[in-house]
């Protein structure tokens, strides 16, 4: 078994870095990547860097509006985008041209409804076994916890988002 699940869960800071820094280190050691995000719209410190170092790039969403704040029209677009970018990532999983393929924030993309679940554990159920494969979110239903190999959950104690500081480029995107 080479290729496994890990799912990076919580309220906390860390859990995209944590996929970014895993997906450096394998580029690192001449690992092929793709890195497909979901619901970020604005640019990001870790998808340029990634980037010039050699990771695919795929992103399901453009603008800066959250989920929450898109019209009914808005959101049925954002659906059609997501799921789209998902069964693109599938076909570059069943490719075999990646080694390691990370999903950020595909959990919440799941629990907002953009991502169907069953696309989602599909796609897990059906990889090659040489992929790992990285989930990011809050809140993961069980179905995608069991299917996991590595499962952490990164804890808010404290942040200064809580005392109205805004997120500050190159360190929270």
Do not use: W
């Amino acid at each position: 078994m080479s290729g496994l699940i890990h799912l990076y869960v919580g309220d906390g800071k860390g859990k995209t870095t944590a996929a970014a820094g895993l997906a450096m280190r394998a580029l690192g050691c001449g690992k092929r990547v793709l890195f497909g995000q979901f619901l970020k719209g604005r640019p990001t410190g870790e998808i340029a860097s990634l980037a010039q170092l050699g990771a695919k790039i795929l992103r399901a969403k453009s603008g800066e509006k959250f989920i929450f704040q898109l019209s009914p029209e808005e959101k049925a677009e954002s659906v059609r985008l997501h799921t789209q970018a998902l069964a693109e990532i599938g076909e570059e999983i069943a490719s075999g041209r990646f080694d390691l393929v990370i999903l950020d924030e595909v959990v919440d993309a799941v629990n907002s409804g953009v991502v169907p679940l069953e696309q989602l554990t599909a796609l897990l159920d059906h990889r090659p076994d040489t992929v790992e494969v990285v989930l990011t979110g809050r809140n993961p239903p069980e179905e995608i916890v069991k299917r996991s190999d590595y499962y952490t959950e990164f804890v808010c104690r404290k942040h200064p988002y809580q005392r109205g500081v805004p997120a500050r480029e190159g360190i929270e995107y």
